[in-house]
């Protein structure tokens, strides 16, 4: 097990190998100056664990010359992966066949997500997901957990362990019969205290932050909504996730329980509309929708896998980005069905396709790393390689499989082999992963032997 570390306390370090990191978004059609990329290049990592240097290797700078090597050559180094949506509670349902949104989280979750009640469960649990993120190239997340305070503990405890950046929250639900009398908040008052709580316990220690999380609008009453804004209101440095206009079923449920002009009205109603307000799915939205969504800075999580395994829809992303709604990507284990933002990417592609368009690999990565930071308005500390920031980052292999071997060998460019990368890729192609500069996953070795 990695030791305790909150805060990196290593030796600087020298990583070798292809260093590829993103500015802005490039585009619909890849605007070459939104990305830097360096074939033989370095990455240079303070004692803290911050970036010193990304660029040429020969431009190395003469004080890092002495740091501690590591060969990566061959491979390449992308800022670690943000996936601004998945549920740290779904690790068994991922895969549970044959139903749209509304039955299979009755059917499937809800039982799953009752077990959080018990600490031991929630803490084995949440061990086994943190590794499967790693393993994926991720290194931060916005998480959803249960209604039970125990969920968010056994996950906070074990991010900080690993010194990850992480967003999560207690599930808010309090609405019968949508949310069963098994899996319910028992009042506002009561969750509001728990939620408060928490927030005090995790927001801001380390690289954690607390994120309101009720879980969607058929879930909640009026009253647990407006808590829900007051404590957005009140404290500008909170996130807020949910979901939004997933499915069709439940975007008629939202108009007969809530009334209003839209399903996103209904949360705007109630001031969850915030610069650190992130919305997973929102297939079902208009453009007047997406005005609301960009004017107030909030962001939206394209989750394919998730949308095409519960039939929910296909995500447009180009008018998301028309209307100047920020982006990112999520698995949404587990209606998702990969832990992995490469396989989220293939989906993604093809979800583009359907819509008549395409997604260049360029904005593929960028959507996977700055375009995540972004939407979690963590883009100051994570996302790109610039000097100050954290060095989380993520060591891509070509030669995976020798599917993806092959397809590399003749491939005529970068183009053509980051776009293989993206679409034949997933765990197998992370050998490793590093928060903060201190390896956390290494696909070769024994995680057991990391230090
Ligand atoms: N909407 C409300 N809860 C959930 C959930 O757990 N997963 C997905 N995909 N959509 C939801
Ligand atoms: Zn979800």
Redesign the pocket.
């Known amino acids: 097990m990695p030791s305790p570390a909150g805060q990196h306390r290593g030796r600087p370090k020298v990583v070798f190998g292809q260093v590829l990191h993103f500015l802005k978004d490039p585009g619909e059609v890849p605007d070459p100056a939104a990305w830097e990329v360096f074939e033989d290049g370095a990455l240079a990592i303070t004692a803290d664990g911050k970036v010193a240097y990304a660029g040429p290797a020969r431009a190395l700078p003469q004080h890092l010359a002495g740091a501690e090597r590591v060969d990566h050559r061959g491979r390449l180094v992308v800022p670690g992966f943000v996936d601004t949506h998945i549920?740290a509670a779904?690790v068994d349902v991922i895969a549970s066949y044959g139903k749209q949104?509304l039955e299979w989280?009755e059917t499937y979750?809800f039982p799953a997500e009752a077990k959080f009640d018990r600490a031991a469960h929630a803490r084995a649990l949440a061990g086994f997901f943190l590794d499967r993120l790693l393993a994926a190239g991720t290194t931060t997340a916005t998480v959803?957990p249960t209604i039970h305070p125990t969920s968010v503990d056994a996950f906070f405890e074990q991010s900080r362990q690993r010194g990850l950046r992480m967003l999560c929250g207690k599930v808010l639900m309090d609405r019968e019969p949508y949310a069963p009398a098994y899996l319910r908040d028992r009042s506002v008052d009561q969750a509001e205290q728990q939620t408060r709580e928490l927030i005090e316990r995790w927001h801001g220690k380390d690289r954690l932050g607390y994120s309101i999380t009720p879980?969607?609008a058929p879930?909640s009453t009026e009253r647990m909504l407006a808590m829900t804004g007051r404590l957005l209101q009140e404290d500008r440095s909170l996130w807020l996730q949910t979901?939004a206009a997933?499915n069709k079923d439940?975007v008629a449920l939202v108009k007969k329980l809530f009334g209003g002009r839209s399903y996103i009205d209904v949360y705007e109603r109630y001031g969850l509309l915030t610069k650190r307000s992130l919305f997973?799915?929102c297939i079902h939205i208009d453009t007047t929708d997406r005005k609301r969504l960009a004017a107030a800075g909030s962001s939206v999580a394209f989750?394919p896998t998730?949308n095409l395994f519960?039939g929910s829809g296909l995500f447009d992303l180009r008018a998301a980005r028309g209307s100047k709604v920020t982006v990112g990507l999520g698995t949404?284990v587990g209606?998702g069905t990969s832990y992995s933002l490469l396989a989220t990417l293939n989906e993604a592609y093809k979800v583009t396709a359907l819509r008549g368009r395409s997604l260049s690999p360029y904005r593929g990565f960028y959507l996977a790393t700055l375009g995540g930071a972004q939407a979690l308005d963590l883009d100051h500390v994570i996302g790109n390689f610039r000097v100050g920031k954290e060095a989380d980052f993520t060591v891509l292999d070509f030669t995976a499989t020798p599917t993806l071997a092959r397809r590399t060998d003749v491939a005529k460019d970068f183009t053509e082999r980051l776009f293989a990368l993206m679409i034949l890729g997933d765990e197998r192609a992370v050998a490793a992963t590093y928060a903060q500069g201190r390896l956390v996953h290494d696909r070769d070795n024994d995680p057991a032997l990391l230090g």
């Open positions: 549920h779904q949104l989280l979750v959803f879980r969607f879930t979901h997933e439940e997973a799915h989750c998730s519960l949404d209606a």
